[in-house]
C-alpha cells in the first residue's frame, strides 16, 4: 500500500525554539494534512493543504504542501509547553479508492 | 457539543472473549472509519463506512467486524480476541471522506488490552 515517510520520529526542544517536521512518500497526494494529538485524546486537524504549493498558517504552525505533491512540512514557532504532543500527517491518495495514508508521527517534548 | 463518544475507554479482557467498542457520533456524518494506533505505526485504519448500511475494509481489517445499522453509530466488533489486538482504539466521523474539504473527527479512543 502506500505509505507516508514522516521525520523526526521524536524531537527534544527548548521552549522558545523553533521545529520544524515533514512528510514525503514515492505517490503524489491530493491533500495533506497535519493532526496534533494531546496524551489520553484523539488527533485534532491542525491544518488542511489542498492545492500544490499552497502555505498555509495558524497562529504559531504554518505548513506547505510541496510543489511534486509528494511532500509536506509543518512548522512551529517559538515552541511553548501545551506544543508538546504527537503531530501526525495524513495524505489523501485517490486512485480507484480514495484512501488517506497516516505517517508514523513526530512526538514533540519540551525539554524543562 | 459536537462529538464523536467511543466506549469504553479501557477494556482488558481473555483472548476469544467476543467484544464491542462503540462509537457514536452527533455531527449527522456520513463517513465513519476505525482506527488502530500502535507504537511506531502511527493510526492504521481497520474499516470505514461511507454512509449507513455501506462499509468498506481499511488497511488492517483482519479480526474485527463493523456494521453501521444508522447513522450515527458504527460499532467496532471483535468476535475473537487475540493479545495481538491490544491497541489503542480510535473512531473518528466526517461529513464526507476526510480529506476532501472536510475535517475528520475523533473520538478519546479506547485502550483495548487482550491477556
Known amino acids: 500500500g502506500q505509505q507516508l515517510n514522516q521525520s523526526p520520529q521524536s524531537m527534544f526542544i527548548q521552549e522558545g525554539e523553533d521545529v520544524s517536521m515533514n512528510c514525503t512518500s514515492s505517490?503524489?497526494?491530493?491533500?495533506w494534512l497535519w493532526y496534533k494529538q494531546d496524551p489520553g485524546e484523539g488527533p485534532v486537524l491542525l491544518i488542511a493543504l489542498y492545492k500544490a504549493g499552497e502555505l498555509t498558517s495558524n497562529g504559531r504552525l504554518t505548513a506547505q504542501f510541496g510543489i511534486t505533491r509528494k511532500d509536506s512540512f509543518l512548522n512551529i514557532s517559538a515552541s511553548i509547553p501545551s506544543d508538546v504532543g504527537i503531530y501526525f500527517c495524513?495524505?489523501?491518495?485517490?486512485?480507484?479508492?480514495?484512501?488517506?495514508?497516516w505517517g508514523a508521527g513526530t512526538k514533540l517534548i519540551i525539554k524543562p | 457539543e459536537a462529538q464523536v463518544t467511543q466506549n469504553p475507554r479501557y477494556l482488558i479482557t481473555v483472548t476469544g472473549k467476543k467484544l464491542t467498542v462503540t462509537c457514536s457520533q452527533n455531527m449527522n456524518h456520513e463517513y465513519m472509519s476505525w482506527y488502530r494506533q500502535d507504537p511506531g505505526l502511527g493510526l492504521r485504519q481497520i474499516y470505514y463506512?461511507?454512509?449507513?448500511?455501506?462499509?468498506d475494509k481499511g488497511d488492517v481489517p483482519e479480526g474485527y467486524k463493523v456494521s453501521r445499522k444508522e447513522k450515527r453509530n458504527f460499532p467496532l466488533i471483535l468476535e475473537s480476541p487475540s493479545p495481538n489486538q491490544t491497541s489503542l482504539y480510535f473512531c473518528?466521523?466526517?461529513?464526507?471522506?476526510?480529506?476532501?474539504?472536510?475535517?475528520?473527527?475523533f473520538g478519546q479512543g479506547t485502550r483495548l488490552t487482550v491477556v
Open positions: 505517490s503524489i497526494f491530493n491533500t
Open positions: 463506512s461511507m454512509n449507513v448500511e455501506v462499509t
Open positions: 495524513a495524505g489523501l491518495y485517490v486512485d480507484s479508492n480514495y484512501q488517506l495514508i
Open positions: 473518528a466521523s466526517s461529513l464526507s471522506l476526510p480529506g476532501a474539504n472536510t475535517e475528520a473527527f
